[in-house]
């Protein structure tokens, strides 16, 4: 008959350090991750407005449409804004990498700021 084969004090303590070096790695990895330590800032026109609903959209260069949803605390006159404007809109937080949103919310600290052609 034949003996199964026992794992060591030292396997063991091998197995716990290379767990613990794993689990070290990915901490490292979330904490050092540079996209979620900056503020966003999206240059773009107003394409969309609904000053009852304190939502906007804008247009960036690319195409790509980014919509928000103001809190009225922010800060920011939605009236001051009219479809056709170039503004800069800049979010002064990190943003989670897994948020998905179907609109940015703009709180107070958040800019948002008309730019000249």
């Known amino acids: 008959m034949v003996e199964p084969a026992r794992v060591g004090r030292g396997g063991r303590q091998g197995m716990r ?3 613990l070096l794993s689990l070290g790695m990915i901490l490292l ?3 050092a991750n540079p996209a979620t330590a900056e503020e966003k800032t999206v240059v ?3 394409v969309r407005q609904d000053v009852a609903e304190r939502t906007f959209t804008i247009q960036d260069g690319k ?6 949803k103001v809190d009225r605390d922010a800060g920011i006159a939605l009236e001051d804004i009219k ?3 170039r503004v800069s809109v800049t ?3 990190p943003t989670p990498l897994n948020m998905i ?3 940015d919310r ?3 600290g958040d800019r948002v700021k008309k730019i000249l052609f």
């Open 29 to 31: 990895t979330m904490v």
């Open 44 to 46: 773009g026109t107003v």
């Open 17 to 19: 350090m290379l767990l």
């Open 101 to 103: 949103t179907a609109a």
């Open 91 to 93: 979010i002064g937080r």
């Open 106 to 108: 703009l709180r107070k």
């Open 63 to 68: 195409g790509v449409r980014w919509n928000y």
């Open 83 to 85: 479809e056709g404007d």
